[in-house]
């Protein structure tokens, strides 16, 4: 049985003659190669939004069934057994990659109050939403995976909305982690967030940073080891901002570490050269 690598390459190999190298958000047909790799494979920049994505672009159907199922990237995806878990539970996350205590600051530094309502888009097996709600937020999660997500429910006692038409309130604001660079249609995400958000709401979304000066900074191999078969988008600012702003959005955006004070006071870095990126949006 094919790998999951193997699979994308030889579905590449067969359509290497008929990509549509159009931009993937906007449809832009004007679009430039930045790199090639693995001789089947090549990032574009959208000379419109800028967004830089992956060709091949994915299936939606298929990257539906592999997110499904199929989908392996460590302590993300994979469910910790009853005494890992006890153990996390127990330390609050503390000293592992997913500790939200970071994330959680920003979030009060965005202006989100104790009791305010979130949707965590993309909550994996709930994680995050966990920690989230004990910070004092009100938080519904929602996921593709449904293993994922019946862990969540189960386990960590998570608020799982199956369709994002079942969430019982506008919410004020929508959260996402490490989500957007995953979707072959990054339309989704920004669907999703004005479906479920109360007039004035705030999106808050976390990316690796596929600023250009990114590759000065880490070197050319590990800047274009960030787009490959699970990330089949790079992710900039002018891409970011493009988006929000098509949707109704205002948008700032950040670089890790992130400051508290710049996010309160919405005053954006002159340069984005962390690792992460992040774009709080403020619906019109």
């Known amino acids: ?4 690598k193997a699979r994308y390459f030889l579905g590449a190999l ?32 959208c000379d419109h939004c800028g967004l830089r994505f992956r060709l091949p672009k994915g299936d939606p159907q298929e990257s539906g069934a592999f997110y499904q199922k199929r989908y392996r990237q460590g302590f993300t995806t994979d469910c910790p057994s009853e005494q890992e878990l006890k153990l996390l539970l127990e330390t609050n996350f503390s000293g592992i990659p997913k500790h939200f205590d970071q994330y959680i600051e ?6 989100l109050n104790e009791g305010d309502s979130l949707l965590d888009f993309g909550c994996s097996w709930g994680y995050g939403s966990w920690q989230m709600g004990k910070a004092g937020f009100n938080v519904y999660s929602y996921d593709v995976s449904q293993p994922r997500t019946l862990y969540a429910k189960t386990k960590l006692n998570c608020r799982i909305v199956e369709k994002l038409s079942d969430l019982p309130e506008k919410v004020k604001c929508f959260f996402s982690a490490h989500v957007i660079e995953h979707l072959d249609d990054p339309n989704l995400i920004w669907r999703a967030a004005v479906q479920v958000l109360e007039p004035r709401g705030i999106m808050v979304c976390f990316c690796p940073n596929g600023e250009p000066i990114r590759e000065q900074i880490s070197g050319s191999k590990k800047y274009h080891q960030a787009w490959n078969l699970k990330h089949p988008l790079l992710i900039t600012r002018q891409a970011l901002v493009e988006m929000a702003r098509v949707y109704g959005f205002s948008p ?15 005053r954006e870095p002159d340069r984005l050269t962390g690792d992460e990126l992040l774009l709080l949006a403020v619906r019109q």
Do not use: Q
């Open 1 to 4: 049985m094919f790998g999951e």
């Open 14 to 45: 067969l359509t290497i003659t008929k990509k549509d190298s159009s931009c993937p958000f906007c449809s832009n047909p004007k679009t430039r190669l930045i790199r090639r790799k693995a001789l089947v494979t090549s990032l574009w920049e």
């Open 106 to 111: 920003v979030l009060k530094a965005a202006g």
């Open 252 to 266: 700032y955006v950040f670089s890790s570490p992130f400051s508290p004070e710049d996010i309160r006071s919405r």
